[in-house]
């Protein structure tokens, strides 16, 4: 299937990825967005998306995304990426609206939102799933940079299991462009702010062990936020921090969202099957990497998921 099949006879063109957009979800939208604008120039392609992080402003035309909407249009084609509907925040009615659904996502918890659907668990990224739907002669340096983006941020930079050698042939492509990935990388990935830098390790100062050492749990308050000055993007990265301690199987961090609301984020070295913990919270992900929204207190919480937790870890 050739992305550009599917869109073709369309007028109007919606596209939209998930809430708090990561890297993923945003190289892709966007590299979504550059091909089809260049392809069908005579097209309306609306991108509705959270405000991405600023990081990503090295991404052509990020500031055309639409970020405050409000809109009774009938997209002819609704193209949703890196999620299920129900994670499409305020773009869902749109979504709901258009003539013709399309989701592509690598979500193992996904079982396809669309008309067409076109959903691989074993792709690193959608942002490299779309690359596979994509003519690459029609691929320019723009949306290469875009989907390099969507790749590197799902992979921690080519280093996680769902590293495929097709995932390194798809970088090979598309480092030939010739920009300065280098710069990309530690710019968009691994350069944190200082106060980045210091409520990751408040976090990490103040998390605890538990199941025997295989487990490993800390949170971030709404106060601390407002202390260190930072907002839920400011958190990316620490769940990440937590599950490199050695011998910690599953890592859990939380940050309060709301009055008794939580954002639950969890990292698996692979024994426990974290999409499996998160989608009986209503959330969902990868085996390795998920997250739900959890009400409660924290250490409710973290007795509830702990409790799915020890029993993947039993029964292993
Ligand atoms: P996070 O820890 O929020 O970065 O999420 C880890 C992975 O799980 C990402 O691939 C997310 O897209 C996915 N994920 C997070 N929250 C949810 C949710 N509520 N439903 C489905 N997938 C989720
Ligand atoms: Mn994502
Ligand atoms: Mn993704």
Redesign the pocket.
């Known amino acids: 299937m050739k992305i550009i099949n599917e869109v073709k006879d369309a007028q109007t063109i919606a596209i939209s990825g ?1 809430v ?1 957009p ?1 890297g ?1 979800c945003v190289g892709s939208v966007m590299g979504l967005y550059l091909y089809l604008k260049k392809e069908m120039p005579e097209a309306e392609i609306d991108v509705y998306l959270d405000e991405p992080p600023a990081i990503f402003g090295c991404i052509s035309h990020i500031e055309d995304i639409k970020s405050k909407f409000n809109t009774n249009k009938e997209y002819d084609v609704f193209v949703a990426l ?3 509907d129900d ?1 499409l925040g305020e773009a869902e009615p749109i979504y709901r609206r258009a003539r013709k659904k399309i989701n592509i996502d690598h ?1 193992i ?1 996904n079982s396809g939102c669309g008309d067409v659907n076109v959903v691989e668990p074993e792709r690193s990224s959608t942002a490299e799933l779309l690359y596979e739907l994509m003519e690459p002669e029609k691929i320019d340096e723009e949306i290469a940079i875009a989907i390099y983006i969507g790749i590197i941020h ?1 992979t921690g930079v080519l280093r996680y299991s769902n590293t495929s050698p097709r995932t390194l042939q798809i970088t090979a492509e598309l480092i030939k462009f010739g920009f300065d990935f280098s710069k990309i990388v530690e710019e968009t990935f691994f350069e944190k702010t200082y106060l980045q830098t210091q409520i990751m390790g408040r976090a990490v100062l103040e998390s605890v062990r538990f199941m025997g050492d295989r487990c490993i749990v800390s949170m971030v308050s709404r106060r601390m936020m407002e202390f260190y000055c930072v907002t839920p993007k400011d958190l990316d990265g620490i ?1 990440n921090q937590l599950q490199s301690v050695k011998g910690v199987e599953c890592a859990i961090f939380m940050y309060e969202i709301g009055t008794l609301e939580y ?1 639950v ?2 990292r698996s070295s692979g024994k426990v099957d974290v ?1 499996a913990v ?1 989608m009986k919270f ?5 085996v390795r ?5 959890m009400n409660g207190t924290y250490h409710d919480n973290i007795n509830n998921l702990s409790i799915e937790i020890a029993e993947q870890l039993e029964n292993e």
């Not at 209503?282 to 990868?286: C, Q, R, S, T």
């Open positions: 998930h708090r990561d993923d890196d999620t299920t994670r979500h918890s799902d769940v954002k984020s969890m999409s998160a209503g959330g969902g992900g990868h990497a998920a997250g739900c929204t």
